[in-house]
């Protein structure tokens, strides 16, 4: 199993939608949860942590869910500026890996 | 957030030059650095670790004589990747955590490194 899955994409959804997409992690142990934003040709930037009870940042809510191993982003009233490639890094031996993410085009 | 920094942003080069890049930590000190490459539309690979003042920890299938990895302080890693050749063209990244495992990671803008 790889140690992160996610859903390749594309996601293509209409400006002013709300949008959720997972991410399942292979180590249990693992204790620190992120969602990355990469816009194309550029650095990956943290957009939130992710804590155990669910934490909000404006329009973006991110879930954690030990039992299945996964964590969740939703995004409402998604905007143009929100169209990237969304990663969410797991930690191994003290260590960030990365998946391929997940691709989301805002359509106008 | 905090930043790192990285330079150069893009490199051209001959095949079997070697290429020396920077990654600095702006306003933190960085215990820990990572290189990470990134070749199209594929994800950002791992290839090494490093620790202020010790060697670097390589990925598997990374050559630690190809890559280089210098972390001489705190606040500075360079890669350099020696006897380049077409194949090593690709986007380099390095990120920064000032302490434990459980911290954020900061990224650099990256190097983009072509090879003729």
């Known amino acids: 199993r790889k140690e992160v899955e996610q859903d390749p994409g594309p996601f293509n959804v209409p400006e002013g939608a709300t949008v959720a997409f997972n991410c399942t992690y292979s180590?249990?142990?693992?204790?620190?949860f992120f969602w990355y934003r990469q816009d194309c040709r550029k650095e990956p930037k943290l957009l939130m942590s992710?804590?155990?009870s669910g934490n909000e940042d404006g329009r973006f809510t991110a879930q954690l869910n030990r039992a299945s191993q996964y964590i969740s982003l939703l995004i409402r009233d998604s905007k143009l500026s929100d169209s990237a490639t969304y990663l969410c890094?797991?930690?191994?031996?003290?260590?960030?890996?990365f998946g391929k993410g997940t691709r989301l085009h805002i359509l106008p | 957030g905090a930043v790192v920094s990285q330079h150069p942003s893009r490199v051209i080069c001959k095949s079997g030059t070697s290429v020396k890049i920077e990654c600095r930590s702006l306003?933190?000190?960085?215990?820990?650095m990572f290189w990470y490459r990134q070749f199209p539309k594929q994800s950002l690979m791992l290839m090494a670790t490093s620790n202020e003042g010790s060697k670097a920890t390589y990925e598997q299938g990374v050559e630690k004589d190809k890559f280089l990895i210098n972390h001489a302080s705190l606040t500075l890693s360079t890669l350099t990747v020696t006897s380049a050749h077409p194949e090593d063209s690709s986007f380099y990244i390095c990120?920064?955590?000032?302490?434990?495992?459980?911290?954020?990671?900061?990224f650099g803008p990256g190097t983009r490194l072509l090879v003729l």
């Open positions: 890094p797991m930690n191994r031996d003290d260590k960030i890996i």
């Open positions: 180590n249990s142990a693992s204790q620190s």
């Open positions: 306003d933190f000190q960085a215990t820990t």
């Open positions: 990120s920064a955590r000032e302490g434990l495992a459980q911290e954020t990671q900061y």
């Open positions: 992710v804590y155990s």
